[in-house]
């Protein structure tokens, strides 16, 4: 679940801070790397203390303004800065306050990076947000597609920033839904794993299904709400990537809502007797070279291979068999200009005579 994964960051970061204690000091907050807001809200906390502490100083009737006392209290307060002592309990509830922040605004961009961005301003120069989108971890498809809607340097208010990220998404998704979802999967990965995600990294359903509804995703989200109501739980970072791309098809072979007519012949093809003889199956082509193929070319992945068969196998053409395997070899990462590839595309193009 989402949260399991939330509070699992959260105390990997109080681990770093307190280790098996229960207080630390500021200084060792900063060097333990802690989370930025984390070490200015308690740096701001100190600072006030000194403050109310300077001036309880200026009150009595002590010197405290002589050149060489000041000089000493300045290094004093400069100590009790590094020194000063929280609890755990105090900083617990500031990290994951932090923690939830990195979450969410990874999830659900359009929603949480206004409230970011705008916390005291009701606007901001155009170019001011564009740069302040450029420092959170969303992926050259906000940044690209937030300055392109911005014209110069004109203000921009948080409603109107929710508006241009909504758009932003809108058409990340209409050019490629799959890669987009995936960089925005691969970011939030990353922030849980604490390093690159890789191909066989488990992925939370629930986390996917969460990512999908804060980037405007609602049906895809219900496929997969539907997968965790059958029992499944997690799936493989490659997986994903399948399903996903999957998804995309079905979207796209929805009919238009106008069809022009159509004969029959041009529906069903010619009549049985002029039909073209049928092709040999691929599968029966390559024969005793399946384990060849699907060690050399697919790295041992027979999902792989037989998602690429499945694709290659209804094409009647051998321009379109050869554009197809092109696009599979992209699709999945294949070295399509290795001896072992082209011997595969001999394979391939073998049916068509």
């Known amino acids: 679940m989402l949260a399991d994964h939330i509070e699992a960051v959260k105390e990997g970061m109080l681990w770093r801070m307190f280790g098996d204690g229960d207080a630390v000091e500021l200084g060792q907050v900063r060097d333990r790397g802690a989370p930025p807001s984390v070490v200015r809200k308690l740096t701001g906390e100190v600072s006030s203390l000194l403050e109310e502490e300077r001036e309880r100083r200026q009150k009595g009737p002590l010197n405290y303004g002589h050149p060489k006392v000041k000089a000493l209290l300045d290094q004093l307060d400069e100590l009790l800065m590094e020194v000063a002592t929280f609890r755990r309990e105090e900083v617990e509830s500031l990290v994951e306050e932090h923690v939830q922040w990195e979450v969410w605004i990874r999830l659900a961009p359009s929603e949480m ?7 005291e301003d009701d606007s901001l120069p155009g170019e001011e947000v564009v740069r302040a989108v450029e420092r959170l971890p969303l992926g050259g498809a906000y940044v690209d597609g937030l300055r392109k809607l911005v014209e110069g340097n004109r203000e ?3 409603d109107e920033l929710k508006d241009l990220l ?3 998404e809108r058409e990340a998704i209409a ?3 799959v890669g987009f979802l995936m960089e925005g999967l691969a970011s939030l990965m990353e922030f849980f794993l604490g390093r690159e995600v890789r191909e066989e990294d488990g992925v939370d359903l629930d986390i996917l299904e969460n990512l999908l509804r804060g980037r405007g995703m609602g049906e895809w989200a219900k496929l997969i709400r539907v997968q965790r109501a059958l029992g499944y739980e997690e799936w493989k970072f490659s997986q994903v990537r399948k399903v996903l791309e999957m998804c995309h098809e079905v979207e796209e072979e929805r009919p238009p809502e106008c069809i022009k007519p159509i004969s029959v ?6 009549s049985p007797e002029e039909a ?3 092709l040999p199956p691929l599968r029966e082509l390559i ?3 399946e384990k060849y193929f699907i060690r050399k070319l697919f790295g041992k992945d027979r999902e792989v291979y037989e998602a690429v068969l499945d694709r290659l196998e209804p094409i009647r053409d051998a321009r379109q068999a050869e554009a197809k395997l092109e696009e599979c070899y992209r699709i999945y990462g294949l070295e399509g200009d290795s001896k072992v590839a082209g011997e595969f595309r001999e394979v391939v193009l073998s049916r068509y005579g």
């Open 287 to 289: 024969g005793r070279r």
């Open 175 to 177: 050019r490629d839904p």
């Open 166 to 168: 909504w758009k932003v």
């Open 113 to 119: 990076v206004p409230k970011v961005i705008f916390r």
């Open 265 to 270: 012949e041009e529906l069903l093809g010619p």
């Open 276 to 278: 073209p003889p049928p």
């Open 156 to 158: 921009i208010g948080r």
